[in-house]
Nanobody, 125 residues
Framework: EVQVEESGGGSVQAGGSLRLSCVASGYLYNLGFLAWFRQAPGKEREGVAALSLDTSSTYYAASVEGRFTLSQDIAKKAMYLQMNDLKPEDTGTYYC??????????????????WGQGTQVTVSS
C-alpha cells in the first residue's frame, strides 16, 4: 500500500515563499504520478502541479506557471513544491496525491489512488 504525507504549509504575506513536501511510502515509486491539489473554502479542489514518476515530466496549472516549481528526491521518495511570489488566491488546503497508473490529464483528481491529509497554506495581502 502506498501512502503519502504532506508537510510545509504555513502563513506568509503576499510575495512570500513556501516549500511543501510530500513523502510517498511503499513500493513502485517510479510508476505513475505524484501531484498537488488545493482547495479553498467554498471552492472545488483544483490541480496545481503534477510530476510523472516515469519520465520526470512536470505539469502546472496556468495560475501557478512560472511561480511554482516541482522537484523530487528519488532516494527519499519525496516530491517538493517550491512556491514563490505567493498571492492571496493561493490560499487553501494543499493535498498530495499519488497514482501508480498512467493518466492522460494529471491535473484532474480522478485517477489518483492515495491522498494525504492536507496542509494549510495562508497568504495574506
Amino acid at each position: 500500500e502506498v501512502q503519502v504525507e504532506e508537510s510545509g504549509g504555513g502563513s506568509v504575506q503576499a510575495g512570500g515563499s513556501l516549500r511543501l513536501s510530500c513523502v510517498a511510502s511503499g513500493y513502485l515509486y517510479n510508476l505513475g504520478f505524484l501531484a498537488w491539489f488545493r482547495q479553498a473554502p467554498g471552492k472545488e479542489r483544483e490541480g496545481v502541479a503534477a510530476l510523472s514518476l516515469d519520465t520526470s515530466s512536470t505539469y502546472y496549472a496556468a495560475s501557478v506557471e512560472g511561480r511554482f516549481t516541482l522537484s523530487q528526491d528519488i532516494a527519499k521518495k519525496a516530491m517538493y513544491l517550491q512556491m514563490n511570489d505567493l498571492k492571496p488566491e493561493d490560499t487553501g488546503t494543499y493535498y498530495c496525491a499519488r497514482t501508480t497508473l498512467f493518466i492522460s490529464r494529471p491535473l484532474l483528481s480522478h485517477g489518483y489512488q492515495e491522498w494525504g491529509q492536507g496542509t494549510q497554506v495562508t497568504v495574506s495581502s
